[in-house]
C-alpha cells in the first residue's frame, strides 16, 4: 500500500473511449498540476487489467499486474483518498468472453472462460472470472454515499442551448410494461438484524425431500443491518413475456426490453434469456435440444444463439429458416443498430435500462425499427420495483408535452450506496433455483429471518444497506437541502418491505435534527410526478434514493435536462474523509471506439473528467492545505466554462472538432485563467508564456487535430489497446504536445 499514497491524485486506467480519451487529456492534467507540486498517478480498474490481474500464475514477470482494485479498495477507506474514477465496463458474460480472447491473442496465457464448469479447477476458474462481471468495481470504491448534480456552468450552458427533444403526443401508444405480480417487488421480505441475530448467516435451500444444500455461507450480517429477500417466478415471467409479446403485436407497437445486465449481473441476465426464449419459443419448441447440443445459452442474448445456428452444418439451415418465420409472425423489434441488424434482444450488455429508457422518452416515446422507421414502442420491465419511474414519466409527458429545457429545474441526486448497500442481483447472494424447494436465510443465533417457496427457475436474490451507509446517506441529504433550500424528497414506498425498513432509520432522523416539514417520503411513482412538476415550474429538487434508483435517476433526469448523464457532478463522500470524483456514465462509449476505429474521431465529450478534475483540485486544497491546487481547481473551472461558453465540445462529425480539439481548447482556457487570477503570482508567471505558446499556436494545433482525421485507426486491442498507437493517435499535433511536454 505505501506506492499509493506517494500520488496526491489518482486517475483510474478504464476501457474503451473515456480510456482513449485519458491518453490525450492526462498529460495535460499532469503538466498543470507539476506546477503546483501535485502529482498525479494511476490504477488500472480496466476489464483487461483486472483479469490480467487475477490470473497471474502463467504468465511471464512483465505481463503481470498489480491487484490496483484491491489497492484502490484499501485506499478509499483513508482520509488520504482523491480518486477521480473514470467509467469502467460492466461487464457481461459476451463481453467477458471477448475480452478474454482479446488476451490471449495478444500472449496473455490465461484460461477460456468456462461456460459449463465440470471440474474443480473449471469451477474455480469460473468464480475468479465471475468476480470480474457485472458491477464489479463500483462496490469496491463507493465506500461512501452519491452526491450527484448538474453543475451550474453545464445547466446554463444547456439551457441557453437546448438540446433536441422529440415531440409527445396524448395519443402516443408508447407504455411500460410490467408483472402484475410473482416479481420481485410482490415477493420481498425485509428486516433489521438485533443485536441478538447478529453474525454470520447462510443461505440455504432445502429440496422437496428435506435435504439442505448450503448456498452461501459465512455471510456476516452486523446489528443494524436492513436485509432483503424476495424471489421473481420463472413461470410467471414466461407468461407475462408472451403476453406482452402478442399485446405489442395488437397494439402495432415495437417490443421492447428494458434490464440492467450488467449491474444486475446474476438476476437480469437470466431475466434477458427469458426474454430470448419467449421471443423464440416455437423455435426452442421445436429445435431445444439442437440448439442446446450447440451451446446456445438464450441469458447470452440473439447474437450469440445465431452465430451458434447459423455456423452449424447439421442443424443450422432449419433452424434459421424456423427463426425466420418466428420473426415474420412477430411485432416489430426495437433496434440498437438497424443499419449492423443489431436488436434489442442481441446482447445483454447492449441496452442498459437507465440509458436506453432516457432515450426512448428524449425522442418523444419513439424507437427505431429494423427499416429505420421511428415508432412508438412498448417498453417491457419485468420487475415492478422501479419500472413506475418511467411509467408515470411517459404518462406525465403525454399529458403535458416535452420538458422545456430553457427553463427547467433540475433533479440532483443523494444516493444510498456506501459498502455495496442495495446491490440487488449482482453478488453472491443471488442464485437461480434448481429445483422446486425452498430458499431461506438461517442466521446465526438459528433463527430463519426469511423463507420462500420456490419453483425451478426462480431467481431469488437477498441484499443488505448497512446501518452507517444508512445513516451517512440521511446526514448528507440532510447537508444538501440545507445548502440548497431545495425541494427534498426520500423516494421510499411505504408498501415495499425493503423501504419501509429505512423509512424506520429516516423518519427518528428528521425528528430528531428538527427537519421534518423541510422533506418528504413518496413512493416513486408519486416522487416522479412531483418531480416532474417541480422542474417544470423551473424549480430545483432532491432526489434522495436508494443504489439502483440513484443508478435510474442519474442518468433519467440529466438526459431530459442536459441532452447526456456524462456531463454530471459526480462526488462521492467517502464515509471516512477521503473524495472520489466520478466523470459520469460510459453507455455510449462502444459507438465511440467504433467511431475512432474507422474515422479516427472520437466524439467523447470529457465534460465529465473537467468537471471531476476541478472538484478533486479543489478537494486537495481543503484536504492537504495546497493553496496551489485550489488556484489550479478554480481556474479548472473558468476553463470548464470556457470550454460551454465558447462550444468547444466534440462533434459528431468526422472532419469537425472531436475530443482531442476539446482538449487543446481546455489546457488553452486553463492557462489563460492560470494567467489572469491574482491569488498567486508565481503560477500566473508560470503560465503566461504557456496560455501566450498555446493561443499563438492555435491556427497549426487545429490543423494538426484536423489532419489526422479521417482515415482508419488501429488501437491494437478494443479491451487492451497498445499504450503505444493509443497515445499515437490521440495526440496528433506536434505543436501541443511540445508545449505540454515542455
Partial sequence: MAETFKSDILYTIVDEAPELASASFLPIIRAFASAAGVSVGTRDISLAGRIIAAFPEALRPEQRQNDDLAELGELVKTAEANVIKLPNISASVPQLVAAIEELQAQGYDIPAYPEEPRTDAERATRARYDALKGSAVNPVLREGNSDRRAARAVKNYAQANPHSMG?????????????????????????????????????????????????????????????????????ALASFLAEAIEDTKADGTMFSLHMKATMMKVSDPIIFGHAVRAWLAPVFDQYGDEMAALGVNPNSGLGDLLERVSGSEEHGADIMAAIAAVTADRPAMYMVDSDKGITNLHVPSDVIIDASMPAVIRAGGKGWDANGTKGDTNCVIPDRCYATVYDETINFFKANGALDVTTAGSVANVGLMAQKAEEYGSHPTTFEAAADGTIRIVLANGDTLHSHAVEAGDIWRACTAKQAPIENWIQLALDRQRLTGSQAIFWLDANRAHDAELIKYVDPALQAAGVADKFQIMAPRDATRASLETITAGQDSIAITGNVLRDYLTDLFPILELGTSAKMLSIVKLMNGGGLFETGAGGSAPKHVQQL????????????????????LNFLADSRGNAKAGVLGAAAEVATQGILDNNRSPSRKVGEPDNRDSHYWFARYWAEALTAQSDDAALAAHFAPIAQALATGEKTILAELATAQGPAADIGGYYKPSTMLKDKIMRPSKTLNDIINA
Fill in 167 to 235: 415531440t409527445w403526443s396524448a395519443d402516443s401508444k408508447t407504455k411500460v410494461s410490467s408483472m402484475p405480480g410473482s416479481d420481485f417487488y410482490a415477493n420481498e421480505k425485509s428486516a433489521t438484524i438485533t443485536a441478538a441475530q447478529a453474525g454470520d448467516a447462510r443461505i440455504e435451500f432445502v429440496d422437496a425431500d428435506g435435504a439442505i444444500t448450503v448456498l452461501k455461507d459465512g455471510w456476516t450480517l452486523e446489528a443494524g443491518t436492513v436485509a432483503d429477500a424476495t424471489f421473481m417466478s420463472a413461470r
Fill in 597 to 616: 476505429v474507422e474515422q479516427n474521431h472520437l466524439r467523447w465529450d470529457s465534460m465529465g473528467e473537467f468537471c471531476a478534475l476541478g472538484e478533486s
